[in-house]
């Protein structure tokens, strides 16, 4: 059986804290996401519990009458504990050396691992369409398990919010941008 994997990386938000909003542009990006896959089957919606990746899925579950699951799992990656200046040069960094750490950070390699877990549980059950609410570095991580050509380079390029469809049937994956 086919299966289809939606994962949204969340929209604008007004900053990085859990707690954080989304801004008032990324609540009309909501909406283009209701838009955006209105005409997708959607089974179930999984998301991160950081308060812009709920909000930024709330109306399409809304107009779907589909309830959100929260999974700690797909919450942001912490890169180190501490504020780094040069965190994107660290960023960079840990897509090449996946076990690389900073300051009581998580390893690229324990947050890949993670997010593929939980979609390894949605490939387990029924369900043939779900879409998961996740963060741009552990998308980015997801991804890269699956084409590990994927790095630092393309996490730059996503946008807030982006789509990717990732498609499951007899042991194969493919990978296809599909948010314009």
Known sequence: M???VYVIRHCEAE???REAQLTERGMQQAKELVEFLAGVKIDKIISSPF??????IEPLAFSKKIRI???ERLSERILSTKALGDWQEKLETSFVDLEVKFDSGESSAEAMDRIVSVVKEVLAVETENTLIVTHGNLMSLLLKYFQPDFG???WKNLSNPDVYLLT???QNVSIKRVWE
């Open 152 to 154: 630092f380079e393309e």
């Open 69 to 71: 699951e929260v999974d």
């Open 2 to 4: 086919e299966k289809k």
């Open 15 to 17: 900053g990085q804290p």
């Open 168 to 170: 499951f049937c007899n």
């Open 51 to 56: 308060r812009r990746a709920v909000q930024s």
